[in-house]
């Protein structure tokens, strides 16, 4: 038990330290250019199999990164990156029917006359 607790604070400051920059190089970038703590949001949750899943999302770049945290080593693995800016840009994807496009066609009283 004091292994895992270990091992996820190991991997929370590291996820830290990987999100915010080390406070050293930190001091020697420009700060413009880096994201404030307020402009990051993170979420986690028990990913089973001994692993969180942490995701971290910078919404002024439109990007998400998702790491997995081994809870007994600590260790920090990232597991995808991915900018979204496009994938947003899709009205509707793995869409059931009706798909938004069809109910926005029987609300919008325009499209009844077409």
Do not use: C
């Not at 292994?3 to 996820?15: I, N």
């Not at 990913?47 to 080593?73: C, E, F, L, N």
């Amino acid at each position: 038990m004091r292994a895992a607790v270990l091992g996820m604070l190991v991997g929370l400051g590291v996820l830290v330290a990987l999100t915010f920059g080390f406070p050293e190089a930190s001091a020697q970038r420009a700060a413009p250019d880096r994201a404030t703590s307020s402009d990051l949001m993170a979420l986690s949750f028990d990913a089973g199999d001994g692993r969180q899943q942490v995701t971290v999302i910078d919404p002024k770049s439109r990007v998400m990164a998702v790491y997995h945290v081994d809870r007994t080593t600590g260790a920090l693995t990232l597991k995808s990156v991915r900018n979204i800016h496009w994938d947003l840009q899709i009205e509707d994807f793995n869409s059931a029917n009706p798909t938004p496009r069809e109910i926005r066609a029987l609300t919008d009283p325009r499209t009844e006359s077409r």
